[in-house]
């Protein structure tokens, strides 16, 4: 069973079908938390809605349904225990972290700017809004984003 702390906001244990590890990241809207399946023992991240559960119910079957090289897969959206959750591959490393190594050659941040712009022409054209898009958010492969 999920425990729930009140202070934090933070949960852990078995939540749904996934058996919580730590917490990653909050950005308000939702919490990240690393995960893995209870069954098959399979890597997740467990993005746990904070508020505006519908929104984020909406907005995760949408995402769940595209299908692009660039974006994440999402295994599973649900409700778990009044809340709204989506299981997703666990992030390779972000921009953030590959800029915190130092400037990125000129060579390498052509590719890298033309292999963001796929993902999101994917998200426009599902008519999900693209914006705010942080550095966090982008995940590496490699050489490619």
């Known amino acids: 069973m999920a425990r729930f702390d009140r202070q934090t906001g933070e949960i852990s244990g078995d939540f749904g079908g996934y058996r919580v590890e730590f917490a ?5 809207a939702r919490t990240v938390y690393a995960a893995r399946e209870t069954e098959a023992g399979r890597r997740v991240e467990l993005h746990v809605a904070s508020g505006h ?5 909406t907005r995760a079957h949408r995402v769940a349904v595209l ?8 295994y599973e959206v649900g409700v778990h225990d009044g809340r709204a959750f989506a299981a997703t591959a666990p992030e390779r490393e972000t921009l953030e972290e590959r800029l915190r190594e130092g400037p990125v050659p000129y060579e390498r941040a052509l590719r890298l700017a033309g292999d963001l712009v796929r993902p999101l022409e994917t998200l426009a054209q599902a008519g999900l809004p693209v914006h ?13 984003a």
């Open 24 to 28: 990653l990241r909050s950005d308000g």
């Open 53 to 57: 559960q519908e929104e984020f119910l």
């Open 67 to 74: 299908h692009d090289p660039y974006l994440l897969p999402v």
């Open 132 to 144: 705010n898009i942080p550095p966090t958010a982008v995940a590496l492969e490699g050489e490619r």
